[in-house]
């Protein structure tokens, strides 16, 4: 865990998932065996050399069949057992063989992934901008500058330049993003009513305690003002405001791909290419431009 935060600068969410899978693999492994579990305890190098191929893949049908596990889930923690095996190989030399290379990740379901469409973008912000500056700033932002929720959360105020967000992403990792004259003007009335507040921190957003405002705090305030906005909130949450805001710079905007990955700090294209699907219109449009399309007889 230390190796992963001071060299590979995983996120402490990143940490505290990969922990919980491994421990719950090795629980798994433990009641398998009819052995006692307690924690790490009983992790030596004996107990992981022990461990077959067979029992991983026993491990991720476990997860599929009695824990329901999606395809995602189930994929994460076969990295976080190949991660934690490549290091007991290649920085720890304590063991020969990693067995973990041969796990295979199960196939992900291709699905058009719901986000607003600019509509219903133009009605959730003028809900917003009639209720609260400090919520109209975050939304604005969410729908412009395509933050994910820890970024946004973790915005401090000296990030904020006069045409730029210093944000913070996966892995440590600092952008720069444009605002755009909707985040400039938002971002001017939020700061106007936070500098008259009693502040405890140097967070932009803030709650009515002058304290930091939560990831879960964030995520009530936007479904809170979706729903105000009469749009149904099954399947939306703050991560597809983001996936909003990528897809109406990809369709209306026509910003190449490359561009948009950079905007959105993906390490992947292929990261960047699920949000660059192909709407319904664009479909209708397609099928119409067949050249049979207007025979009628």
């Given at each position: 865990?230390?190796?992963?935060?001071?060299?590979?600068?995983?996120?402490?969410?990143?940490?505290?998932?990969?922990?919980?899978?491994?421990?719950?693999?090795?629980?798994?492994?433990?009641?398998?065996?009819?052995?006692?579990?307690?924690?790490?305890?009983?992790?030596?190098?004996?107990?992981?050399?022990?461990?077959?191929?067979?029992?991983?893949?026993?491990?991720?049908?476990?997860?599929?069949?009695?824990l329901?596990?999606?395809?995602?889930?189930?994929?994460?923690?076969?990295?976080?057992?190949?991660?934690?095996?490549k290091?007991?190989?290649?920085?720890?030399?304590l063991?020969?063989?990693?067995?973990?290379?041969?796990?295979?990740?199960?196939?992900?379901?291709?699905?058009?992934?719901?986000?607003?469409?600019?509509?219903?973008?133009?009605?959730?912000?003028?809900?917003?901008?009639?209720?609260?500056?400090?919520?109209?700033?975050?939304?604005?932002?969410?729908?412009?500058?395509?933050?994910?929720?820890?970024?946004?959360?973790?915005?401090?105020?000296?990030?904020?330049?006069?045409?730029?967000?210093?944000?913070?992403?996966?892995?440590?990792?600092?952008?720069?993003?444009?605002?755009?004259?909707?985040?400039?003007?938002?971002?001017?009335?939020?700061?106007?009513?936070?500098?008259?507040m009693?502040?405890?921190?140097?967070?932009?957003?803030?709650?009515?305690?002058?304290?930091?405002?939560?990831?879960?705090?964030?995520?009530?305030?936007?479904?809170?003002?979706?729903?105000?906005?009469?749009?149904?909130?099954?399947?939306?949450?703050?991560?597809?405001?983001?996936?909003?805001?990528?897809t109406?710079?990809?369709?209306?905007?026509?910003?190449?791909?490359?561009?948009?990955?950079?905007?959105?700090?993906?390490?992947?294209?292929?990261?960047?290419?699920?949000?660059?699907?192909?709407?319904?219109?664009?479909?209708?449009?397609?099928?119409n431009?067949?050249?049979?399309?207007?025979?009628?007889?």
């Amino acid at each position: 865990m230390a190796y992963l935060v001071t060299i590979k600068g995983r996120s402490k969410n990143t940490i505290l998932e990969y922990r919980l899978d491994l421990l719950q693999f090795f629980r798994y492994i433990s009641i398998i065996r009819n052995q006692e579990y307690s924690d790490f305890q009983f992790v030596n190098i004996e107990f992981i050399r022990s461990i077959s191929l067979g029992e991983m893949y026993g491990f991720l049908a476990y997860c599929q069949d009695s824990l329901h596990s999606s395809p995602g889930t189930r994929t994460r923690k076969i990295v976080s057992i190949r991660q934690f095996w490549k290091y007991l190989k290649t920085k720890a030399h304590l063991i020969d063989n990693n067995i973990a290379e041969e796990l295979e990740t199960p196939k992900q379901p291709k699905r058009i992934v719901r986000c607003l469409t600019l509509e219903e973008s133009v009605r959730l912000l003028i809900e917003a901008s009639s209720s609260s500056v400090r919520d109209n700033c975050i939304i604005t932002i969410f729908l412009n500058c395509a933050l994910r929720l820890s970024e946004l959360e973790s915005l401090n105020v000296d990030q904020v330049n006069s045409d730029v967000l210093s944000v913070i992403g996966k892995g440590n990792k600092e952008r720069k993003i444009f605002m755009t004259p909707a985040v400039k003007q938002a971002l001017a009335k939020w700061q106007s009513i936070r500098n008259s507040m009693t502040v405890y921190t140097n967070a932009l957003f803030i709650s009515r305690n002058g304290g930091r405002l939560t990831t879960r705090a964030i995520q009530n305030v936007v479904k809170k003002h979706i729903v105000a906005a009469g749009i149904t909130p099954e399947g939306l949450s703050t991560h597809k405001l983001r996936h909003t805001a990528a897809t109406l710079m990809y369709k209306y905007g026509r910003v190449d791909i490359r561009s948009l990955q950079q905007l959105l700090g993906h390490e992947s294209i292929a990261t960047t290419e699920i949000y660059t699907h192909v709407d319904e219109g664009q479909l209708q449009a397609a099928v119409n431009a067949n050249p049979l399309a207007m025979m009628f007889n």
